[in-house]
């Protein structure tokens, strides 16, 4: 059984990695509706990665017997600049989640809760990824600058990307 502190923060922490989803769920829309469908599936595959991510979480406050609040998630840009732009903002997103996630493991320690610390290091690993992700992409685009060929071939790139499901272990 968890500390209701700990249950009360991870609860918190779903509703980070479902505000996500729907973020990555409207950068999809944006990149559809400017014809760059390999960046719209490239969105498309993180935002079914953070469903992952939040259902994980979910499952394991069940495991602790402990109940699941959801709370409201606030509305998501819809529009960005340019391609960069909104890499960039994925990228500051994702800072902001890697500082949840450090966050809850400092909790974690600060209660003793050895299991949702054991927990918690898968989510440390996946953030570097997310972040070294974004920042090859956003180097990507730097280096594309203006180019509509480099565009089209990165967009061609981000179309192979696949969604490969999170196998939820038990806990």
């Not at 502190?5 to 990149?31: G, T």
Request: proline share 3%; hydrophobic share 35%.
């Amino acid at each position: 059984m968890l500390k209701e502190k700990m249950a009360d923060a991870l609860n918190r922490q779903i509703n980070e990695e479902l505000y996500s989803a729907y973020l990555y769920l409207s950068m999809s829309a944006y990149f559809d509706s400017i014809g760059l469908k390999g960046f719209a599936n490239w969105m498309m595959v993180q935002y079914k990665e953070e469903m992952d991510h939040a259902m994980k979480i979910y499952n394991y406050l069940l495991s602790q017997g402990e109940s699941v609040k959801l709370l409201s998630l606030k509305e998501p840009p819809h529009k960005w600049d340019s391609p960069l732009h909104a890499f960039e903002e994925t990228l500051k997103h994702e800072q902001h989640i890697t500082q949840c996630i450090n966050n809850l493991v400092d909790l974690a320690e600060e209660l003793k809760d050895r299991p949702t610390y054991n927990f918690l290091q898968w989510y440390i690993d996946e953030q570097v990824e997310e972040e070294e992700n974004d920042r090859e992409i956003i180097n990507e685009l730097k280096l594309i600058g203006d180019s509509h060929n480099g565009l089209f071939m990165l967009d061609r790139e981000l179309a192979q990307r696949k969604y490969v499901p999170l196998i939820q272990e038990k806990e």
